[in-house]
């Protein structure tokens, strides 16, 4: 009752502004104080619905942003696999350029063949036209030569039949020749259709590589549309962030005066005499979510007291207690934040509604007396400082100016 006595007091005085001591209040100044609470928490609150508009915008933006610099990166690794396939293609091309030109050769080659061919055929032909000539020429008086000229009659059979098979063999070399320049011929025309077969392939890959190099400039192109559209989605996400972010800090401002403005008017309720009647709102819990109890809310037997009314929660985590971190269970003012008797290092703030915090045994403070803090914020660390018997979060809620069960606010 002692300390709620003093946390009382120091609640009060933080807060009075009556330098005459006077507790008297006007049921005018209680309304206007009151009407002045409202509009700060309207005004609060149409603030904070901007700046969560606007936050909506900006993540829209983000995610547009991030879509197109996906898209780029895609786009990135097509164009790169672009160019693989028109390299491999130049290379095929190549190839078949290659495969072309030693066709040429041996078209060429073969073309060479077929000439000398052709010059053993005339000259065949020539000499075998000769002989056929000069015995038609000298007719029955070449073959009285042949009669006169042999021996005997075997001698004439064997120089007869010899003019016949020179005649014979030189018209069987002219056939063979003959033969051998269609063979050529055919094979030069069989490597003519191999090489038109060469051509088409390599004419088929050049314009692959056309198509190619064309779906290359337009990935390009729509690589450098895409960044463009990269570039305005952050130039408007963080354009939106900076609105969001000043909105934000309007709302900070404005909910900073509204909870002053809601204390003022508690204060005027309580220097009248009364009592704030109001119902349990969305609190925050003060430490992470895997907390449990090692005292609650009531009559115990202190370690240190004896038997005592135990005025608030001891907490404590199931892993990492010793300074985990502490925070704001809704928006308000600290009104100090030092060393408190056996509560040791510890937190006492005030968050409307006729409720106040204290938050004791702690291992340090990330806050300062008067300083407006929001619901979730940490504003210190749990220790062991104080009547403590090992590292836990000592919690009380007061509720205008008497102890509550925390739990009540839950």
């Known amino acids: 009752m002692l300390i709620t006595a003093l946390f009382s007091t120091a609640f009060m005085a933080a ?43 900006a993540a829209a933006a983000v995610a547009n942003f991030e879509d197109a610099e996906a898209q780029l990166e895609q786009l990135s690794g097509e164009i ?69 000229n042999s021996e005997n009659v075997e001698d004439l059979l064997s120089n ?34 191999q090489r038109g077969e060469l051509e088409y392939e390599q004419a088929e890959l050049e314009g692959e590589q056309a198509i190619l190099e ?30 969001q972010a000043e909105k934000e800090a309007e709302a900070a401002e404005m909910a900073a005066i509204a909870v002053q403005k809601q204390l003022e008017a508690e204060r005027m309720i309580v220097e009248a005499g009364g009592e704030i009647e109001t119902a349990p709102g969305e609190y925050a819990w003060p430490t992470q979510s895997n907390w449990e109890l090692s005292d609650k809310y009531g009559w115990r037997i202190c370690p240190f007291h004896g038997n005592e009314f135990h005025n608030g929660l001891d907490i404590v985590l199931t892993s990492g207690t010793n300074g985990s971190p502490v925070y704001a269970i809704a928006d308000g003012y600290i009104i100090s934040a030092s060393w ?28 300062s007396s008067g300083q407006y803090v929001t619901k979730g914020s940490v504003i210190g660390y749990i220790g062991t400082t104080g009547a403590s018997t090992g590292p836990h979060l000592h919690f009380t809620v007061f509720k205008n100016g008497e102890t509550v069960n925390p739990f009540s606010l839950y």
């Open 160 to 193: 007869v039949g010899m003019v016949h098979r020179i005649l014979e063999s030189d018209e069987n070399l002219l056939k063979k020749l003959q033969k051998d320049y269609k063979e050529l011929k055919k094979l030069k025309e069989q490597l003519e259709a």
């Open 340 to 367: 408190y008797g056996g509560y040791g290092n510890c937190i006492q703030y005030a968050i409307g509604n006729g409720y106040s915090v204290l938050c004791g045994h702690l291992s340090g403070y990330n806050c």
């Open 15 to 57: 807060f009075a502004d009556d330098e005459s001591g006077s507790k008297s209040v006007s049921q005018e100044e209680y309304d206007k104080a009151q009407q002045a609470a409202k509009e700060a928490k309207e005004a609060t609150e149409a603030k904070r619905k901007e700046a969560k508009a606007v936050a909506k915008k």
């Open 214 to 243: 064309d779906q290359q400039i337009g990935l390009e192109a729509k690589e450098v549309e895409t960044e463009e559209l990269k570039k305005k989605y952050k130039k408007e996400a963080d354009e939106l962030h900076a609105m």
């Open 80 to 148: 790169e696999m672009k160019k693989v396939e028109i390299s491999d293609t130049e290379e095929k091309i190549e190839t078949k350029q290659g495969e072309i030109e030693s066709k040429q050769g041996e078209i060429d080659a073969k073309q060479d063949d077929i000439d000398a061919k052709n010059e053993e055929i005339e000259d065949q032909n020539t000499a075998l036209n000769n002989r056929l000539t000069a015995i038609y020429k000298n007719g029955n008086a070449g073959l009285l030569d042949v009669i006169l």
